[in-house]
């Protein structure tokens, strides 16, 4: 069973910087998809950014392109998301995901999920 566990979540100003990490266990997910997604308050889950098993491959959302940047390290099973100059719209708990999966950017049919981390942007 796939275990996704996220961190790194708090309140933040407005044009600071945060860095989320997701540590996976269970599998050996050096073949793994491996993605951000995040869901504001009263609104449904968005896709923020995705990075294929070698990191060569990787996906990010226009609202957070240029901001954020999705990283991971294969030899700790780990998944991090850089977020810069955040802004208040970026507030929304954030979630990992994992998907045993080809390579579809954002189209990947993601099959977990972790438990998820809150991000607040103070203006």
């Known amino acids: 069973q796939v275990q996704l566990v996220e961190s790194g979540g708090g309140l933040v100003q407005a044009g600071g910087s945060l860095r989320l990490s997701c540590a996976a266990s269970?599998?050996?997910?050096?073949?793994?998809?491996m993605g951000w997604f995040r869901q504001p308050a009263g609104k449904e889950r968005e896709f923020v950014a995705a990075?294929?098993?070698?990191?060569?491959?990787?996906a990010h959302a226009d609202s957070v392109r240029g901001r954020f940047t999705i990283s991971r390290d294969k030899a700790k099973d780990t998944v991090y998301l850089q977020m810069n100059s955040l802004k208040p719209e970026d507030t929304a708990v954030y979630y990992c995901?994992?998907?045993?999966?080809?390579?579809?950017?954002?189209?990947?049919?993601?099959?977990?999920w972790g438990q998820g981390t809150q991000v607040t942007v103070s203006s």
């Open positions: 990075i294929n098993w070698d990191g060569r491959n990787m």
């Open positions: 995901a994992a998907a045993q999966s080809t390579w579809y950017g954002s189209r990947t049919d993601f099959n977990s």
């Open positions: 269970g599998r050996t997910f050096s073949n793994y998809v």
